[in-house]
């Protein structure tokens, strides 16, 4: 049997669980929670992330060891040879030096820096990675900034795209459609897929760039920025993505599941759209599951998770549903939503 | 949370599991293998299919119990108040009864009973369950039947078809495309929906009557042979089933969900297929994993057995793909087979 160790439990190692199990693979999850999502697909190895003895008991026999959140230690993936690369990961938890990645792999973002470089307004966030929003202000006028802050232009966007790409140990590389992504107090929200005028090509271009340079194996996400049509790159995510969700239902083959097979080596699966897709994240409480499952075509993904303020706790994708589906299931979603 | 609870642990209690975890459904499965397969997705219990307090542990605190095989005891069933409906795990259990039933509601079969009453050649069988072909045997000249036989007409079909319908609480009932399966040695080989030119709306009322008679609740098969296009009905199963397969990919909803959602009185959800669909059984041996993975559009399922001779441990479903990818994927299947 092949192993997969997976330093998180939440609901991204519980969807790579049960995309793997078809494929013979058992699973292995570390997570501080005795309660973790993932512990319903694998084992469970309580610990926290840093807990060295918790690491190698996640590690013993694994043919692979990946994960499913980016402030993973560096030292940590490092140590058990992680994929996706321990480098993509260390870029990825400074927005500076992510931000000036970008910079010199000609992916375009928002001007970054001090507020001298950024102009006003500004959105001040701190350098090492905020979540979801958090730890991220508007500045409209001049301030001292901390010494762990990051200045970035305030870009009137026409709207947030992200883009999801695999590649294999091979080199072998697909992308999936873009996704059109609508948050909300800085929770995503809503994704659809394809993004209606979509650049994808364009978009392909900014993600093949990380993927090369990193020698990237996995899946890894960008998101975007859509100002008049020009792509401006906000941050990427080394590890599968909630704007990927739709691809369980809504693609040849889900995101979690050619993670799973670009980290084992194995022929990487189609990414085409089966249909246009729409996925609604359950926030903080969900309804009544019968009345998502009563929209026709819905597929309801509940985490395992207790509800509780702003926490994701489950998703719903309608596949080539018709627009009045689509709005249903958005209503039934936020009238139960606490957050 | 839901709990159901489900008597059998094999790869039909896998995929149970596989489909409920997402809808926040646990599983807790009863069977005599410790390594039973659906232990990856849910607590087993290890007993006896007969052991009473195996069952009484099985099915403490559930929500409701099912069952994944055909040969469970129907005071077990009973006890338990299963779904689906136990009368009609014990009309199934003799195929002189479900014979019996056929002629009662109007569904074609071959001519039974004795071969006096079949002419020769004729297929005699015991009467209680066998299994995949077991315990049957061609005659072609009259012979004295054992106590526990019956005998069937022989009869020269064009095709073997399976149709699926689900039935909710509430009568509400729906059913998949008709499926075009091809046994050998008496073991499903291929399954291909929807099956071309298929007697859909023929087949759906012959289903429909079994489903209305028993008052059923879940998923249920029935095995047709199209004699010149003439259907006639082999036997039914009161359960989820291996023609059934290609739903997990090639519909919109799978029997595995339907059935799920009926036996637990959530609405239905929508059966209809979104693409031609091949599923490919992997008997006794599977090729290495990479090999199926190659494939266009392949979906590959292993359930977690070891191999052995005429045992089925995986399948392979391909969703709108080329014929040359199928005859591909059965060469590919056919190559690592031992049986």
Redesign the interface.
Known sequence: ?TLVACIGGGQLG?MLG?AG????I?FRFLDPSSTAPAS???ELVVGAFDNLAALERLAVGADVVTYEFENVAVVSAERLDALPPARALELGQDRFIEKKLFSRLGIPSARFGSLADTGLPAIVKSRRLGYDGKGQRRVDALEEMGEHELAEEFVAFDRELSILGVRGHDGDTRFWPVAENTHRDGILRVSRAPAPDAPQAEAEVLLGRLLDEFRYVGVLALELFDAGGKLLANEFAPRVHNTGHWTIEGA?TSQFENHL?AILG??L??TDP?GPSVMINLIGAAPP??EL??L???????Y?KEPRRARKI?HVTL?DALEETVVEAITVVERASDG
Chains 1, 2 share one sequence.
């Open positions: 049997m519980r049960l199990l078809p494929l013979g058992d319903a697909v694998g040849v097979r194995l022929p699966g189609a089966i599951v019968d499952l009563r026709p075509g819905a597929h309801v993904h509940l395992g489950g596949v």
